[in-house]
């Protein structure tokens, strides 16, 4: 079992930058491909970024290249989203997820654990 723990979010203005943490809790990342979500108010939780434990391979939605980068911390065990350019547009509930394997994964279904989520806020 991997309890996951998001943090980080927050109200910003456009332009602004965050940066969101997911933390394990119970167990290591080890073996693990970690996922960033997204759930604007009314509508489906949408892929974000995903990234592998080694941390060399990772990938993004096209509507956050060049704006959002994925990395992890082995030591402390916690995967980060740093958020730059932030738009309106942005604004939704964001949880991390972890699947079990090293393939990069873009789908909900391939996940099998989920964080509680992080509010993240951003103003025009």
């Known amino acids: 079992q991997v309890q996951l723990v998001e943090s980080g979010g927050g109200l910003v203005q456009a332009g602004g930058s965050l940066r969101l943490s997911c933390a394990a809790a119970?167990?290591?990342?080890?073996?693990?491909?970690v996922g960033w979500f997204r759930q604007a108010p009314g509508k489906e939780r949408k892929f974000v970024a995903t990234?592998?434990?080694?941390?060399?391979?990772?990938y993004g939605a096209d509507s956050v290249k060049g704006r959002f980068t994925i990395s992890n911390d082995n030591a402390k065990n916690t995967v980060y989203l740093q958020m730059n350019s932030l738009k309106p547009e942005d604004t939704a509930v964001y949880y991390c997820?972890?699947?079990?394997?090293?393939?990069?994964?873009?789908?909900?279904?391939?996940?099998?654990?989920w964080g509680q989520g992080t509010q993240v806020t951003v103003s025009s």
């Open positions: 997820a972890a699947a079990l394997g090293y393939a990069l994964r873009t789908t909900l279904d391939d996940y099998d654990y």
């Open positions: 119970g167990r290591t990342f080890s073996r693990y491909t």
């Open positions: 990234i592998d434990w080694s941390g060399l391979t990772a």
